[in-house]
């Protein structure tokens, strides 16, 4: 891509044009779309055959129905019913341009569903899942010898809540034109046991427009049922500097795409990142960098984050898993927590066992609060940890994520102990001191249908840094991903030294350099001055780490 100034007249007028015409006959299209679902709907049609089956699926513990999500396998295919009943909710995730269609099945834990069934079904197996807390669960009907019903019991293996830990999806797209459907998102986070959603409204790379519009922002935006919470916040992108996330946004920023993306198209590079995640933290947003930062052609999230603009860092988006820039931002000190989400409705195909919303989602620990606010200090005490499955722990010297250690002068040596958990099977288990795996025995048992793996050992640290683990679980077919885990950190601080790393922090010089390069020559900008405040972040960033290197 050019910067507009340096085409010859005549081919930028060219360009104008083009833009306008192709402009004014989209131009319908956005305006339609203001008042319509793109992204989703909810609900089917009639029943499909004379035939219909009853789905009860309970708690084990209570007895009781619960929400959950179901999926149903006819004479060994895949089955989507036409027809669920006011008991279930029957919902298709759409990604126009990706063309990624996709309807999934709720029962709503008000009583059994009835759903509709093919004409000749003979065998039907129907599988149920809550989240990574329950044990997902199968039964089989013969339709052909005249059942009609089938019941499911969900076992929960293990409760976090009680230790104060909260799921969220992080990272949604759909639409909220009003609070209409709110009681069934609500309903939906429940099934897939979550405690909270973040609906982003963003612009282009679907439908041309703004999409996953949102119909207020700030505390009008927000829904709950008293357990479940939906935060309506935005995604701000741009082509080259990369995508953040504004999570809890009161106000949107304009023009929520720049370096070319989405319609109307703002060509400029402008303004920098550092600047939205600013002015978004101004408008009480969590600001965040999506997708491991991997998403800008010439990303400037380190030099964000180094600059201090920066609130968390997203690791995964699922079929996103980047822990790279992450782990050398904190060996030179940037301690970023943690974040994951769907970015749902991209890749909306699941597994059985799978939730749909929050597939891969963080957990924070906020005390068992539900409010945005004790996400916010949760987060910025750094006790989160991202899941696709297993869940992982980390504990050193007895103190958990988010905590510190204080060694003296010389060092010394730490106990780590690490753990990974899940109903289906493991892989991984390692543990990670400032960026780098420390080999290590892993002990493997099987506790009932529970695979929990662990390892204990000690570490030794002479330097101030960081500790972590890392899993890997059941491979996701649907997705051609494996399931993977993340802890939170544990920061082991050594004397007075800083946390420091001249490796990294030399790598990150180089790259600033180079960025400043590119957005010096290459960078769209509409006055000098404004490419100028660009350069001086870079230049500040450079400053920032070489003082480092003095310390
Ligand atoms: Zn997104």
Redesign the pocket.
């Known amino acids: 891509m050019f910067p507009m100034c340096r085409l010859p007249l005549n081919i930028r007028n060219l360009f104008l044009a083009t833009v306008v015409t192709f402009w004014a006959t989209i131009a319908g299209f956005v305006h339609a779309h203001e008042h319509e679902l793109v992204t989703h709907k909810f609900g089917g049609g009639e029943p499909e055959s004379s035939e219909g089956l009853t789905i009860n699926i309970v708690d084990k513990a209570t007895g009781e129905p619960i929400a959950a999500r179901f999926s149903m396998m006819v004479d060994g295919e895949t089955y989507t019913p036409d027809f669920v009943d006011e008991n279930g909710i029957r919902f298709t995730s759409i990604h126009e341009s990706k063309n990624q269609r996709y309807t999934v099945l709720y029962t709503r834990g008000s009583g059994p569903v009835t759903v509709g069934l093919p004409v000749n079904a003979s065998n039907v197996v129907v599988s149920a899942a809550r989240g990574f807390e329950y044990q997902a669960a199968k039964g089989s009907v013969r339709v052909r010898r005249g059942e009609t019903n089938v019941s499911l019991e969900l076992n929960r293996w293990v409760n976090l809540e009680e230790d104060g830990w909260i799921a969220i999806d992080e990272?949604l797209?759909y639409d909220r034109l009003d609070p209409k459907d709110d009681a069934l998102w609500l309903t939906m986070l429940e099934a897939d046991g979550l405690a909270a959603g973040h609906f982003?409204v963003?612009k282009g790379g679907m439908v041309p427009g703004i999409w996953s519009r949102q119909f207020a922002f700030g505390p009008d935006g927000q829904a709950s049922d008293g357990s479940r919470l939906m935060i309506p916040g935005q995604?701000y992108r741009d082509s080259a500097q990369g995508?953040i996330?504004l999570l809890g946004i009161d106000k949107i920023i304009e023009p929520y795409s720049t370096g070319g993306t989405g319609t109307p198209t703002v060509n400029e590079n402008f303004p920098p990142l550092h600047d939205v995640l600013n002015k978004a933290r101004s408008r009480n947003a969590l600001a965040g960098v999506?997708?491991g930062g991997t998403l800008g052609r010439q990303s400037t999230h380190m030099a964000d984050a180094v600059l201090g603009a920066v609130d968390f860092w997203e690791i995964s988006?699922g079929f996103i898993y980047n822990t790279d820039n992450w782990y050398r931002l904190m060996n030179c000190g940037y301690f970023l927590p943690m974040a994951a989400g769907t970015?749902l409705p991209?890749w909306p195909f699941r597994d059985d066992w799978q939730p749909f919303l929050g597939s891969i989602r963080m957990y924070a620990n906020t005390h068992g609060k539900r409010d945005f606010l004790s996400f916010k200090k949760a987060m910025a005490e750094g006790r989160t940890f991202i899941t696709g499955g297993p869940l992982i722990d980390v504990m050193v010297n007895g103190k958990g994520m988010g905590e510190t250690i204080k060694l003296p002068s010389e060092g010394g040596t730490v106990n780590v102990q690490v753990a990974l958990h899940s109903p289906y099977a493991l892989k991984e288990l390692h543990i990670v001191h400032d960026g780098v795996e420390v080999a290590a025995d892993v002990r493997k048992i099987q506790d009932g249908s529970i695979n929990r793996w662990s390892i204990e050992r000690t570490v030794k640290v002479t330097e101030s840094g960081w500790l972590a683990a890392w899993g890997k679980g059941i491979e996701i077919y649907t997705q051609n991903i494996d399931a993977m885990a993340h802890s939170g950190v544990v920061k082991v601080l050594v004397g007075d030294k800083p946390v420091q790393s001249s490796v990294d922090a030399s790598s990150f010089i180089d790259n600033f350099k180079q960025l400043r390069e590119y957005y010096l020559n290459r960078g769209v900008y509409e006055k000098d001055a404004d490419r100028d405040r660009v350069l001086l972040l870079f230049d500040r960033a450079i400053d920032e780490l070489r003082n480092q290197l003095k310390d």
């Open positions: 990272h797209h982003m963003l995604e995508h996330n999506a997708h988006n970015d991209n």
